[in-house]
């Protein structure tokens, strides 16, 4: 798969950007693509424009972001991308936070990971640590995105994801 990297900071440049380092070299190492990769700063239209240029890109299948996904007033990420959305992946979140939780305890309450499928693009909003990208990649998204896991996986779904675009 074609999968392309966000980083959303207002303190990391890509010298530091171990969270999106630790991406690049799970997804690379699993046998996927790295279609581009951008660092941008926690402003929700920043965040959405890349996003969307992304999302019209028939060359990227999924978009992983990491950062801005807690409380704090710049922490926008979900907000800027959630409303790109025609779906939301709800199990996700759960998943996520049942990962976290085994890791960090009632602390995974403090992230708003999401995901959802804009066009037919899938899109995960993780939080801006190496271990939280790590235990998403690990325990989520290295099985979903392999054709061979089953019962079931995204691969095997994507030539049907526009659906619900054709039915005009």
Not at 132 to 141: E, N, P, T, V
Request: proline fraction near 5%; charge should be negative; include cysteine.
């Amino acid at each position: 798969m074609s999968i392309a990297v966000l980083t959303v900071s207002d303190t990391r440049g890509p010298e530091d950007d171990r969270s999106g380092d630790t991406l690049v070299d799970r997804l690379t190492a699993a046998g996927h693509r790295l279609a581009e990769r951008a660092l941008v700063t926690d402003d929700a239209a920043l965040i959405a424009a890349k996003a969307e240029a992304w999302i019209a890109d028939p060359a990227v299948d999924v978009i992983i972001t990491t950062g801005g996904t807690g409380f704090t007033g710049r922490d926008v990420t979900p907000d800027a991308l959630e409303p790109l959305f025609d779906k939301r992946m709800d199990g996700f979140s759960i998943a996520f936070h049942m990962l976290s939780h085994e890791k960090i305890g009632t602390s995974t309450i403090q992230s708003r990971a999401t995901a959802g499928l804009s066009g037919t693009t899938f899109i995960f909003v993780l939080p801006g640590s190496p271990g939280a990208c790590r235990d998403a990649w690990d325990g989520i998204l290295a099985t979903q995105l392999d054709y061979r896991h089953r019962p079931c996986n995204f691969v095997e779904i994507m030539p049907r994801l526009d659906e619900h675009l054709r039915r005009g």
